[in-house]
């Protein structure tokens, strides 16, 4: 069995109030990251990819610091990447063991995995999960664009991506103190839904504004058949003529939604591009 011969710790300090640096310093951490104000779980995330690859990290474990999972399952999580079995590897609790979740985030996580699959087009059982392993590769073609979290950006880019991702299951405990990583179950649902729906966007835009547009022409191409077979009928428009102007401005909204979907395409195509030239280019830094 293969395994980390080198192992490195790296704790990144999202402009806490309370001892984060001095406890990390005590305990002997390799390196500690400070954002000097609070910048977000995404971008702490990112920061902290950026520095483990500049560490010469060929395996990266991200643990949440709030003690409900258990650093001895480490080596669970990165066995498939070092026995190059997969690129992305997830903790899932529901898999494994909880030992304790409020109903109220129980329910949220298991919603946003499932509106999580269904954007990345694969399934997962935890993809709200804060225990996750790297590969390097893995590392250097994610980019992270947004400024909330990353749990379901990562996963909807690694997909379409084609990084291979795998669940290994892992216990969940409870935790010492009350969190501040979000105010409630519905703050977060609202800026992690749009987050997930600009990651879908940013990698599917054909894909959503031609089935948009599509149905808006559908249903003027509806209304305007109707309009057109009462003039045949009886030779007159008048009494259709609110009917008849609702399906012209639906027919040019739906072609203009579509053409969207095709200006998003192209823009799309280019930041491939974009990221493979990035990607290289961290390729060549290390």
């Known amino acids: 069995m293969k395994s980390c011969d080198d192992v490195k710790i790296l704790v990144l300090d999202d402009g806490s ?7 990390a310093k005590e305990a002997g951490a390799d390196k500690i990251l400070s954002h000097v104000h609070n910048l977000g779980l995404a971008i702490t995330f990112r920061d902290a990819l950026d520095e483990a690859l500049d560490m010469g990290a060929d395996v990266i474990v991200n643990i949440d610091a709030d ?19 997969a690129d992305i590897v997830l903790g899932s609790r529901f898999d494994g063991y909880i030992e304790e979740m409020p109903l109220s985030k129980k329910l949220g996580n298991k919603v946003a995995t499932k509106f999580a699959s269904r954007a990345a087009g694969k399934h997962f059982s935890d993809a709200q999960t804060g225990f996750r392993a790297f590969s390097k590769d893995a590392a250097m073609r994610l980019n992270i664009m947004g400024d909330f979290t990353y749990t379901q950006e990562t996963l909807v880019q690694a997909v379409n991506k084609n990084l291979r991702i795998c669940e290994v299951p892992v216990n969940f405990y409870k935790r010492d103190g009350e969190s501040r990583l979000f105010p409630s179950v519905w703050s977060y649902a609202k800026r992690g839904g749009s987050t997930l729906i600009r990651s879908y966007l940013y990698h599917k835009p054909l894909k959503t504004f031609l089935l948009i547009g599509s149905l808006v022409f559908a249903v003027g191409f509806i ?64």
């Open 17 to 23: 109030m309370d001892k984060t640096v001095q406890v």
């Open 67 to 85: 003690g409900q999972y258990d650093p001895s399952e480490i080596s669970k999580l990165v066995q498939p990447v070092v026995n190059n079995d």
């Open 223 to 286: 209304l305007g058949l109707r309009v057109l077979i009462h003039y045949l009928t009886t030779s007159m428009v008048t009494p259709l003529l609110p009917t008849s102007v609702l399906s012209v401005l639906l027919l040019i909204v739906g072609f203009q939604v579509i053409i969207l979907g095709l200006i998003g395409d192209l823009i799309r195509r280019n930041q491939n591009v974009q990221e493979e030239i990035l990607y290289r280019l961290k390729k060549n830094r290390q």
